[in-house]
């Protein structure tokens, strides 16, 4: 097993991708999730894959993450059990393939039950279905940001 298996073998949805955001790996839950059997989503273009609605905000959180060596981070909503929006945390950063020795993309959710950050989550969604902006106050000292723009929480 190398050490790509080894990033996949979470119980959470996860994802291995090319820079460019076609999937390299996937376990079975993030499959289960994006509703394609595992085989199926290999080679696919990881966006896509996602409701119409989640495709800006995954290509964004791909994208940053394949361009910088920051862990990127955002909440991604799909459909869960009998059509029921799930929100997510999701976490992007690059890491290095053993086997062909080329960066990749690797993609997951975090478990947040026991994190203060997660309190982010309904909030952000309680904003957006009631179309008003979420703004954050950053003290590192860069003022005030709005959370639309934002792809790491402060």
């Known amino acids: 097993m190398d050490a790509s298996d080894e990033l996949l073998?979470?119980?959470?949805?996860?994802?291995?991708?090319t820079l460019a955001g076609t999937i390299a790996g996937i376990n079975a839950a993030m499959a289960k999730a994006l509703g394609k059997p595992t085989q199926h989503c290999l080679g696919d273009d990881f966006a896509e894959l996602w409701p119409a609605g989640q495709r800006l905000s995954v290509e964004r959180l791909v994208t940053h993450?394949?361009?910088t060596t920051a862990v990127a981070m955002r909440v991604l909503e799909f459909s869960g059990r009998g059509?029921?929006?799930v929100a997510r945390l999701f976490e992007a950063r690059q890491v290095k393939d053993p086997a062909g020795d080329e960066q990749l993309v690797f993609l997951h959710a975090l478990d947040t039950r026991n994190v203060l950050a997660s309190l982010l989550i309904?909030?952000?969604l309680a904003t957006k279905s009631a179309d008003l902006g979420l703004w954050m106050y950053d003290r590192a000292g860069t003022g005030w940001t709005s959370a639309a723009t934002r792809t790491t929480p402060s």
């Open 9 to 17: 073998r979470v119980a959470d949805p996860a994802a291995l991708l």
């Open 65 to 67: 993450a394949a361009r």
């Open 83 to 85: 059509g029921a929006s």
């Open 122 to 124: 309904p909030f952000r």
